[in-house]
């Protein structure tokens, strides 16, 4: 028995020799130039060292109409069945692997906001809620709390809801606001739908709000209302 021929031996490699190597150089020279679904194939390395993770990366992208964001923001659960559908991954190294993207994202926009006025930020607050919030299959409700300089001091999301439903309940606001000192608040939440109209409801539990901040001497900036990738806000339409 000898060794195998050459040509055998690089028969039996498996056909992504090499390309993991590859593109990591690739990711090192031009990070831009890999299209999403070979940037999501880098970040799968993590959930399998052997196996080839273009197909998954392939198949998820699909699952989310080829939207990295919305892959992001997908379920535990979804991920988990898409998964399910490729041998060979352990399904809970996968979320971890595709929750860095959306976490690395709103970290690094986050910290463009944070200790500067708020409202002198705009544009960089509503790219930061874009990413954090937008893409969400369900919807949540954020608290961003201000210092009298209109600085972040800290920021809760205090509930999460249904597909359409959050319960909000304005004296918890306050009590909170209250807590942490606060000066004025910017309430956030996200429409699953995409479309960013005020319900009834949302102006209503607004007015609500401002009244229960406005007993204790704080100020309500603003409600704004994101959904891939659009927003209002309630002060811009003249609803606070």
């Given at each position: 028995m000898g060794d195998q021929p050459p040509e055998k031996a690089a028969e039996d490699k498996p056909h992504y020799h090499g390309h993991r190597a590859r593109l990591r150089e690739?990711?090192?020279?031009?990070?831009?130039?890999l299209p999403d679904y070979e940037y999501l194939e880098l970040l799968l390395f993590q959930a399998n060292e052997r196996k080839d993770t273009k197909p998954l990366a392939k198949r998820l992208l699909a699952a989310f109409d080829e939207d990295l964001?919305?892959?992001?923001?997908?379920?535990?659960?979804?991920?988990?069945?898409?998964v399910a559908l490729e041998k060979g991954f352990n399904a809970e190294?996968?979320?971890?692997?595709?929750?860095?993207?959306?976490e690395g994202a709103?970290?690094?926009?986050?910290?463009?906001?944070?200790?500067r006025p708020v409202l002198g930020s705009w544009t960089q607050l509503i790219d930061y809620l874009?990413?954090?919030?937008?893409?969400?299959?369900?919807?949540?409700?954020?608290?961003?709390?201000l210092d009298a300089k209109n600085r972040l001091i800290r920021e809760e999301v205090q509930q999460t809801g249904t597909i359409d439903e959050t319960p909000v309940y304005p004296r918890e606001v306050a009590k909170r606001a209250l807590e942490l000192r606060a000066a004025a608040l910017i309430v956030v939440?996200?429409?699953?739908?995409?479309?960013?109209?005020?319900?009834?409801?949302?102006?209503?539990i607004t007015r609500e709000i401002?009244?229960?901040?406005?007993a204790l001497d704080i100020a309500l900036h603003?409600?704004?209302?994101?959904?891939?990738?659009?927003?209002?806000?309630f002060r811009s339409l003249g609803l606070l």
């Open positions: 690739r990711f090192r020279e031009s990070p831009q130039s964001g919305r892959l992001a923001n997908a379920s535990d659960a979804e991920i988990e069945n898409i190294r996968v979320v971890v692997a595709i929750r860095q993207i959306g709103s970290r690094l926009l986050r910290s463009q906001v944070m200790q874009n990413v954090a919030q937008a893409d969400r299959g369900t919807e949540q409700f954020r608290l961003l709390f939440h996200n429409h699953p739908s995409g479309d960013t109209t005020p319900s009834r409801a949302d102006i209503a401002a009244a229960a901040l406005k603003d409600h704004i209302i994101v959904g891939r990738g659009r927003h209002a806000s």
